[in-house]
């Protein structure tokens, strides 16, 4: 139990459909990621929200759009996917101790797995 | 651009040898360097954070060792067992972009055989 639980563990969608996937931290953690992880290809950040602002945002196309209504929770809404789009999406927190949060520990979920078809 | 580099990519093992691999990393800048170990179907789980050169630490069967002046960390799994089948993934701090951004290996694949 990682105390990180994301919803739902699968999606199918289509091209035209609008989604969201869900992250959860029981942690008291004040940072949460996004990541995406496609077949055979490290990690890759997405977003970044440190107190509920979103603090890195890597050149992510504008067909996902992340919320983090307050510490606790992380949404990430899909609009318009791409088949290249389907990949697991992972959620992390962090405590985030100052003044280099990147070398604090990261609790991920189990992931949803996004098939675009 | 840095770059974080696991060899080897998949490694078959027999229950109850020992191995051992490797990530490499930029060797400047040094802050931190990362193990997390995933098991197929579950979360990546936190193994080891290194931030000392010539730091060594030890989690059961596992342990790992760090060289920031030539930019390498290995991990050791002393006789392994089955339940070790995972992929092991190391992460760099990004420190150039951001204070967040971690830089992750492709990680290495270990299948323990019975």
Same mark, same amino acid.
């Given at each position: ?18 989604? /969201? ?16 992880? =496609? ?10 929200? /440190? ?19 307050? =510490? ?20 992390? =927190? /962090? ?23 | ?55 060594? *630490? ?54 323990? *055989?019975?």
């Amino acid at each position: 139990e990682t105390g990180v639980t994301q919803t739902p563990r699968h999606l199918v969608m289509g091209m035209t459909n609008k989604k /969201s996937l869900k992250c959860e931290q029981h942690l008291g953690h004040n940072a949460m990621y996004w990541y995406k992880q =496609s077949a055979k290809k490290p990690l890759e950040l997405m977003f970044v929200y /440190s107190l509920e602002e979103r603090v890195e945002n890597n050149s992510v196309p504008s067909r996902f759009s992340p919320e983090c209504p307050n =510490s606790s929770h992380l949404f990430l809404h899909l609009h318009t996917l791409q088949p290249e789009d389907s990949a697991l999406y992972l959620c992390a =927190s /962090s405590l985030e101790t100052d003044p280099t949060p990147s070398t604090d520990t990261q609790y991920f979920g189990p992931g949803t797995r996004l098939t675009v078809l | 651009i840095l770059n974080v580099e696991q060899s080897p990519q998949s490694l078959h093992v027999q229950e109850g040898d020992s191995t051992n691999f490797t990530c490499s990393f930029p060797s400047s800048n040094f802050y931190a360097l990362h193990w997390y170990r995933w098991e197929t179907a579950k979360s990546p789980e936190a193994l080891f954070v290194m931030t000392l050169n010539g730091d060594e *630490k030890k989690k059961g069967r596992i342990s790992a060792t760090l060289n920031t002046k030539e930019g390498y960390s290995y991990l050791y799994i002393k006789g392994s067992q089955p339940e070790d089948s995972a992929t092991y993934l190391c992460a760099f701090p990004s420190s150039m972009d951001s204070n967040y951004q971690l830089i992750w290996g492709a990680g290495t694949k270990l299948i323990i *055989k019975p």
